[in-house]
């Protein structure tokens, strides 16, 4: 599957997610908030580490991560590796990539932790779960 394709995939869940705060009645979702978010779903930028996704954001980091508390109900690091998990199931089931290549594609600075995530969200392992869910060539 080409890079486009899936950044449109997750473009796609991103504005849908964007639009049930947008339309939450009385729940105005600050426009820096939505900026933030908007970094989560750029597979550019899902290497990157949360300090590093919210250096150019001008509140209080303390205030940033209630504040998305509050919109999300996970902490910024449970979302990254939300967001990574979603891109690595698609990864493992649409590419060739070795999980080695994927955790790195994703950020994880070292393979353990990537398998070590990816089993604790899916209960099996990126091997296990490739095995299952690919579609045979």
């Given at each position: ?25 009385s729940r105005t979702v600050p426009l820096w908030f939505r900026t933030l978010l908007t970094k989560f ?97």
């Open positions: 599957m080409e890079k486009t394709v899936l950044d449109q995939m997750f473009f796609i869940r991103f504005f849908k997610y964007v639009l049930q705060y947008s339309s939450a009645g779903y750029q597979p550019e930028l899902i290497k990157k580490s949360v300090p590093e996704l919210i250096e150019d954001v001008n509140y209080n980091q303390i205030y940033i991560c209630h504040t998305f508390k509050k919109y999300t109900g996970m902490t910024m690091t449970q979302f990254l590796n939300k967001r990574r998990m979603e891109l690595a199931k698609v990864y493992l089931c649409s590419t060739k990539l070795t999980i080695i290549s994927i955790s790195e594609e994703l950020g994880y600075s070292y393979p353990y932790r990537f398998n070590q995530v990816f089993k604790e969200t899916f209960h099996m392992t990126p091997k296990e779960y490739r095995k299952k869910f690919s579609q045979p060539d």
